[in-house]
């Protein structure tokens, strides 16, 4: 085929590198894009751009080689450097098309998996600039940025779960998340430096999920990134799996055995900025090609990064893409989007005066509320049993709600404003909780307003906010049944749930991405014992339909007394959509014990305690309510049935009335 060829004929031998170069010399006119691809890509619509652009592995007339694409509308000139032709800036020369895509590309014969290479472009201004391909599919190891050659080939063994994923991964499913990040769960305990592989998580992670009863795991940024301490935050290889841990097909593998056990996988993904890496996206021909040129909306002032010009068509496909490429080609079961609000708002963490604004001279971002609406649109058009869910921490309305009546179209919520309040409330010494009640009840009112999720994340034990123990206040043993009684407090409040590796069994440090976490700590009886906790409350979520059919829907809460303050207890209902499944649950966060506490109940008979945060097991004193417990026609909290119980200090206690065969078990 046409290419472009150099006259190689000269006097004298031929150096091994010049017949290095010789056998790679030529880059032949070659093309994956029909007209149609680049007419969606030029419209924002072209959704599995990774099918086309970047570095792909087929054959052209018979002959084994690579095709290159990138988009690089305003450069002078593209070409390919890497090892096979000893990073030369001239020899491989990609063709312009000649349409208005933008697109550089060509098919070079030999380049073969494995191969590292770079893009040379000449910039718009006439710099020379060395980038990372933008679709690589593997990347360096950092500090070395070039990109890779691979593929994403991978025999996969979760048709089981991709079946069933549909009513697994439903909203009326229980959903309880266990974040965390790959490089600081675990390191080698021979050698603390260094991160584990996939497989090696796979090993150990597989079955401790299964064990602790969680329902999915999400894990932080795993594309690749440069900056180790930007936790995955700071993006450069989009497509890449990060090559800190291994290969692709690794994580593919990893993602494999956790899908094999029916464990959901979540991603972070961060379409909201990316950093000033010279080998990334900033500046990438020469010009702001993915970030917006006016740096009031390009520049984010927190992060020191650059921010996605979503009014871009070509950038939107990209972006859409990218989420597709990762529900697609790594099978992943939902999309945690960071940074939302960021995206939304022209003024979020700006002054006025150094805020752009929209056409209208608002602040609202509207070409990424558009470009969200695509997203979700693409994501839940494209794949069953999938769930986006949004960080986002403003108050814009119909973060959840269906595009189709006018929403973002996100699956979930987290519920920061929950989050904020629940922990400024347990931060207070019990004798002041009285004062502070309404921050435990205030979360009821806005509960329903978008499908939400309660999150204790990463964020919350990090730059000197604390471990979750230590947030807790009075001696160890308060501070362990505070927090055993705030995690029943979330698993019983309406919502999906959300917990930070460590958050189990009570790390005492702050998270730290450098070391592993404190594993041994569960030697000692409080960290067993809260870790026993949380394994017993997402046995309890899963088995009781009250708390999780109606996560987002009044019909499944009912408070009894939310207006206890002078002792700090708060009484109040989870319902399902059978009358007997209704739960029961009584906080006292106090640490006085209540002998014979009266509590109205919403049915007669038989009530029997089905979990008590105050166990031995737990590290609890044993406060318990041992039998099932019979009403009375005395009235209390309007209600004309109630019961007396046994409260524990600084507790949760968790009823239910008794049906059937185990009614008349215990008459």
């Known amino acids: ?357 929209n056409a209208y001279g608002g602040s609202e971002n509207l070409g990424a509320i558009s470009f969200l609406k695509d997203l979700n649109e693409a994501v839940y058009g494209n794949y069953q049993g999938v769930q986006t869910i949004a960080e986002e921490s403003s108050t814009f309305d119909g973060v959840t709600r269906p595009v189709f009546a006018g929403g973002l179209g996100f699956g979930m919520k987290w519920m920061m404003g929950w989050m904020n309040d629940t922990l400024k409330y347990f931060k207070n010494d019990p004798i002041n909780r009285k004062y502070h009640h309404h921050q435990l009840t205030f979360s009821i009112s806005y509960a329903f307003s978008e499908n939400f999720m309660l999150p204790f994340s990463h964020d919350e034990v990090v730059h000197g906010k604390s471990s979750m123990i230590y947030k807790m206040p009075g001696d160890e043993w308060q501070k362990f049944a505070n927090l055993r009684a705030l995690y029943a407090y979330m698993f019983t409040h309406p919502g999906t749930k959300l917990l930070f590796m460590g958050n189990e069994f009570a790390q005492t440090n702050e998270w730290n991405f450098n070391e592993s976490l404190n594993w041994d700590l569960l030697q000692y009886a409080p960290h067993a014992g809260m870790q026993k906790l949380v394994k017993a409350l997402n046995r309890l979520y899963r088995s009781e339909p009250a708390l999780y059919q109606y996560h987002f829907s009044y019909e499944g809460f009912e408070w009894i007394n939310a207006d206890d303050m002078d002792q700090s207890v708060f009484t109040y209902c989870r319902k399902g959509s059978k009358p007997k499944d209704t739960l029961l649950v009584v906080l006292n966060l106090t640490p006085v014990y209540r002998e014979n506490f009266r509590v109205g109940v919403p049915a007669k008979g038989k009530w029997k305690e089905i979990f008590n945060t105050d166990a031995s097991e737990f590290y609890g004193s044993d406060q318990l309510n041992p039998k099932a417990i019979a009403t009375e026609n005395i009235d209390c909290n309007h209600r004309k049935q109630s019961i007396a119980i046994n409260l524990p200090p600084l507790g949760a206690a968790i009823f239910k009335k008794e049906t059937g065969a185990d009614a008349k078990k215990n008459t």
Request: charged share 20%; hydrophobic share 40%.
């Open 1 to 357: 085929m046409a290419g472009t060829k150099k006259n190689t004929k000269g006097k004298g031998k031929s150096s091994p590198k010049e017949k290095v170069l010789d056998a790679f010399k030529s880059v032949w006119a070659y093309s994956l894009f029909t007209e149609f691809d680049v007419s969606l890509f030029l419209l924002g619509k072209h959704f599995r751009l990774y099918e086309k652009m970047g570095a792909h592995l087929c054959t052209v007339n018979q002959v084994a080689g690579t095709y290159f694409a990138v988009w690089a509308p305003n450069a002078q000139q593209v070409a390919v450097m890497g090892n096979f032709n000893g990073w030369s800036r001239e020899s491989h020369p990609l063709n312009k098309r000649w349409d208005e895509s933008g697109i550089w590309e060509g098919f070079i014969p030999h380049v073969a998996k494995g191969e590292i290479y770079k893009y040379y472009l000449k910039g718009f201004d006439g710099s020379d600039i060395e980038k990372g391909d933008p679709y690589a599919l593997r990347w360096e190891h950092p500090p070395q940025k070039a990109s890779i050659v691979w593929d994403v080939d991978y025999s996969w063994k979760d048709k089981a779960w991709l079946r069933k994923r549909p009513k697994l991964n439903a909203l009326n499913q229980p959903i309880s998340v266990y974040e965390l990040h790959l490089g600081s769960w675990q390191r080698d305990p021979s050698n603390p430096e260094r991160v584990l592989s996939y497989g090696e998580i796979a090993n150990t992670l597989v079955p401790y999920i299964l064990e602790m009863g969680f329902t999915h795991v999400e894990l932080m940024p795993i594309m690749e990134y440069p900056y180790y301490p930007s936790w995955g935050y700071q993006v450069t290889g989009y497509f890449a799996a990060s090559s800190r841990h291994g290969a692709p097909q690794d994580l593919m593998y990893l993602i494999d055995q956790l899908h094999q056990h029916h464990i959901a996988v979540i991603l972070d993904w961060v379409p909201s900025h990316f950093p000033g890496d010279a080998n990334g996206l900033f500046n990438f021909d020469g010009t702001h090609l993915f970030e917006h040129a006016d740096m009031r909306k390009g520049f984010h002032p927190d992060w020191k990064s650059y921010i996605f010009n979503y009014d871009r068509n070509e950038v939107r496909s990209f972006l859409i893409s990218n989420a597709l490429f990762w529900l697609e080609k790594y099978h992943a079961d939902g999309l945690r989007v960071d940074a939302v609000a960021s995206m939304l708002y022209f003024d979020f963490s700006r002054t006025p005066e150094e805020a752009g604004t």
